[in-house]
C-alpha cells in the first residue's frame, strides 16, 4: 500500500483556518482521485472533499461547502484542504485518500486504496 503523508492538524478556535496537507507518492497523484475524510469520536467516517487526477473536478460535503476547498499542487505531489470558518462540529481526525478512478468521485470510503495515517483537527469554543 502506497503511503499518504498527512499532517496540519492541530487545536484552533472556533470560526478560525486550518490547512491540511497531504504529500502522495508521484505514481498516486498523477493518476489517482484525491479525498480527505474525517471521523469523529464514536461516528463512522464519513466524505469530505475530493479531486480528481485533472484537477478539474471537485466535490464536497453538504457540510463543509463554501468553509472548505481541496487542491493539489503538482510540483509538490501534495493535496491540501483549507479549512475555514470552522465550528465545533469539525473536531475529528482527518485522512487523505487515494482511488484509482480518476475523472470520477466516490464518497464511500470503501472504494479507496491509499489512506494517510490521519491528523487530529479539534475546534474549540
Known amino acids: 500500500q502506497a503511503q499518504l503523508i498527512d499532517s496540519g492538524g492541530g487545536l484552533v478556535q472556533a470560526g478560525g483556518s486550518l490547512r491540511l496537507s497531504c504529500v502522495v507518492p508521484?505514481?498516486?497523484?498523477?493518476?489517482?482521485?484525491m479525498a480527505w475524510f474525517r471521523q469523529a469520536p464514536g461516528r463512522e467516517r464519513e466524505f469530505v472533499a475530493a479531486?480528481?487526477?485533472?484537477?478539474?473536478?471537485?466535490d464536497y460535503a453538504d457540510s463543509v461547502k463554501g468553509r472548505f476547498t481541496i487542491s493539489g499542487d503538482n510540483a509538490k505531489n501534495t493535496v491540501y484542504l483549507q479549512m475555514n470558518r470552522l465550528n465545533t462540529e469539525d473536531t475529528a481526525v482527518y485522512y487523505c485518500a487515494a482511488g484509482n478512478f480518476s475523472p470520477f468521485i466516490f464518497t464511500g470510503p470503501e472504494r479507496y486504496d491509499h489512506w494517510g495515517q490521519g491528523t487530529l483537527v479539534t475546534v474549540s469554543e
Open positions: 508521484g505514481r498516486i497523484f498523477s493518476s489517482y482521485t
Open positions: 479531486i480528481t487526477q485533472s484537477g478539474q473536478t471537485t
